[in-house]
């Protein structure tokens, strides 16, 4: 993403591609003539988590780290960062993160330079395919939420969204539909069974656990009508900015690091109650708390937007207008470009 982002701009990088074993769809080559190339910079631009940053630089090899520029571009979901990631802090010059909920989490345990650059978000053209090729039927409306299984369902807590479904059209012979995109529930068999079985009380559920190219995904955004997302907490919310993009109404917990892009006048935005993470619900969270978004006011915002289809036009169109302002290539580059000539202006342009 920010990779295409510095090239359409006409600035130069090479690419090093890291393995850290997280299963994708994604076999798109087009930035292969710019991997591993003879250019020599500066500045290393690392878009991997503390977690996987000394094997990280293993792979890298080289001259990574040694004399000089290292930066980090890092994700976190939780107010806090974590104790067991602040050995990265050492390994890195400055750091750059997507939201202003990350950048707090950061600067708390951080004194280097903390650089909030927003995601490009160009969304290229879609693979074509209709709703018959998911299942979808044409009359109904339909809700439609996305997580990754290794991204923890507790946090993503898409059993709120069945709940909230069920409340909202309770009769059960409203034209409506919820579709549930899950991938990686092969590797987490037990908690995919849990989703099936509350989906399976409800004929108008759908749960679908694949892995998508990436422009079968966006078809797949196209023919839905609304974006959920009861979250407990996000360090950006890629699938509810790219939906915004699109011009879909999202119907989103008020909390994280979505709040980056969202507000009332292009989202529905649902309230929601501090609670403690549970043991075992997410990696680094002893002592932390996140959102417990309500299934009711989510309902609410359900059914106005199947009673009024204007309301869902009017917020999609200016979600896509605020983001197209916000989060285009341009807006992404006039921050990164500014930052990486600071670190060093004679090699403004080079990365």
Not at 267 to 274: D, H
Request: proline residues 5%; charged residues 25%; glycine residues 6%.
């Amino acid at each position: 993403m920010y990779a295409n982002a510095m090239l359409a701009s006409g600035y130069p990088v090479s690419l090093h591609d890291v393995d850290i074993d997280i299963p994708h769809a994604r076999h798109d080559r087009t930035l292969a003539p710019f991997m591993d190339s003879a250019a020599s910079f500066s500045r290393d631009l690392i878009f991997v988590n503390p977690d996987h940053w000394e094997d990280t630089l293993l792979s890298i090899g080289g001259p990574c780290g040694h004399n000089r520029h290292v930066i980090g571009y890092w994700f976190w979901e939780l107010e806090n960062f974590p104790e067991d990631w602040r050995q990265a802090l050492d390994r890195v010059d400055e750091i750059m993160v997507s939201s202003a909920f990350v950048e707090q989490a950061v600067r708390r345990v951080c004194s280097k330079p903390v650089t909030r650059v927003p995601m490009p978000l160009a969304l290229g053209e879609d693979s074509g395919l209709q709703r018959r090729h998911f299942d979808l039927r044409e009359d109904d409306y339909v809700f439609f939420c996305s997580f990754d299984f290794n991204s923890a369902v507790a946090r993503k807590n898409p059993h709120a969204v069945i709940k909230a479904f069920r409340h909202a059209f309770p009769r059960g012979d409203e034209k409506v539909a919820l579709l549930i995109k899950s991938s990686n529930g092969d590797r987490n068999a037990a908690l995919l069974m849990q989703l099936l079985g509350a989906a399976a009380r409800d004929p108008r559920i759908m749960v679908r656990d694949d892995l998508l190219e990436r422009h079968d995904l966006q078809a797949l955004h196209r023919c839905i009508d609304v974006y959920v997302s009861l979250h407990r907490c996000e360090g950006f919310g890629l699938g509810m900015a790219e939906a915004m993009c699109m011009g879909k109404p999202v119907v989103a917990t008020a909390y994280s690091g979505n709040m980056e892009f969202m507000t009332t006048a292009n989202s529905c935005l649902v309230n929601y109650q501090m609670v403690a993470v549970r043991p075992g619900e997410y990696p680094y969270a002893d002592g932390q708390q996140w959102a417990d978004p309500d299934p009711q006011h989510a309902a609410r915002h359900f059914h106005a937007l199947y009673r009024d289809r204007t309301l869902g036009r009017s917020l999609g169109a200016q979600a896509a207008q605020d983001m197209a302002h916000n989060f285009s290539v341009e807006a992404c580059m006039n921050v990164l470009k500014k930052r990486l000539s600071l670190v060093d202006p004679r090699l403004d342009g080079a990365a």
